[in-house]
């Protein structure tokens, strides 16, 4: 019988490895690693924390090895045709995209419900072209999303602060995350939407702390920490995944 899984870290090399952690009646520590599920550490009862993370440790050239793999594959997946059976980012998790081929259909719609992106099309509509077509209605759909959930995240953190954003506005951001101007506006990148909870709260508290410091002094992020204490496992997150988060 497997227990409850547990929220563990372990640092390899230069990267901090979130994985989660369970114990069974197995007799041997038994890892995996998948693009939905994440890296998972099935141990034996009774063996400490400290026990699997120097196991953990002894196996760096299986996971660092199998990490990359798997990210390869995830950025393979990242260059879409667009077609039934692909699977698109949101909130941090992967849904299947199902298209329809509909008669007298005139313009193409896309709705997400179900967990599963659902898109119809005019059914004169070649394969080739259908990047063209459905691209744009993902786009529309991220930064509809985006859009209310930097206003839910940011109304729930401004309790933390005594200024208000001037102006809070999602578009597109070459090479940033978010954005603060020194008249406190607000900018952030709609790629975010694809990232977890998590870490999209890490960007939007970043760019409210910039309201108070408009550098990345030591004030700063001891400002972030008081509010995320955990902002360090997130930034990495971010660092090391961030460039999967796009369409």
């Known amino acids: 019988m497997t227990q409850k899984e547990q929220n563990e870290q372990i640092k390899i090399g230069n990267t901090l490895l979130d994985y989660r952690l369970s114990y069974s009646d197995r007799k041997t520590l038994e890892l995996?690693?998948?693009?939905?599920?994440?890296?998972?550490?099935?141990a034996p009862k009774g063996m400490s924390k400290e026990a699997v993370k120097t196991k953990l440790l002894q196996k760096a050239d299986w996971i660092i090895r199998n990490l990359d793999r798997m990210n390869e594959i995830f950025r393979n997946e990242t260059q879409k045709e667009f077609v039934s059976g692909e699977k698109f980012l949101y909130r941090g998790r992967r849904y299947r995209l199902k298209?329809?081929?509909?008669?007298?259909?005139?313009?193409?719609?896309?709705?997400?419900?179900?967990?599963l992106f659902r898109v119809?099309?005019?059914?004169?509509?070649?394969?080739?072209?259908?990047?063209?077509?459905?691209?744009?209605?993902?786009?529309?759909?991220?930064?509809?999303?985006?859009?209310?959930?930097?206003?839910?995240?940011?109304?729930?953190?401004?309790?933390?602060f005594e200024e208000e954003p001037t102006l809070i506005k999602v578009q597109t951001l070459k090479n940033k995350w978010g954005s603060c101007s020194k008249t406190n506006q607000l900018r952030f990148n709609w790629r975010i939407v694809l990232a977890?909870?998590?870490?999209?709260?890490?960007?939007?508290?970043?760019?409210?702390?910039?309201?108070?410091?408009?550098?990345?002094s030591k004030a700063f992020w001891n400002e972030l920490r008081k509010i995320l204490p955990d902002y360090k496992k997130r930034k990495e997150w971010l660092r090391i995944y961030g460039d999967l988060l796009k369409l």
């Open 32 to 42: 995996s690693l998948e693009l939905d599920s994440g890296f998972r550490v099935r």
């Open 196 to 216: 977890k909870t998590s870490v999209f709260d890490y960007v939007v508290v970043h760019e409210l702390c910039h309201m108070k410091y408009k550098n990345h």
């Open 99 to 115: 298209v329809v081929q509909v008669n007298e259909l005139l313009e193409p719609t896309l709705t997400f419900s179900q967990s």
């Open 120 to 160: 119809q099309i005019p059914a004169e509509v070649a394969e080739s072209d259908y990047p063209e077509l459905i691209r744009p209605l993902f786009l529309d759909f991220y930064h509809l999303k985006a859009e209310k959930l930097v206003q839910e995240r940011v109304k729930k953190y401004l309790r933390y």
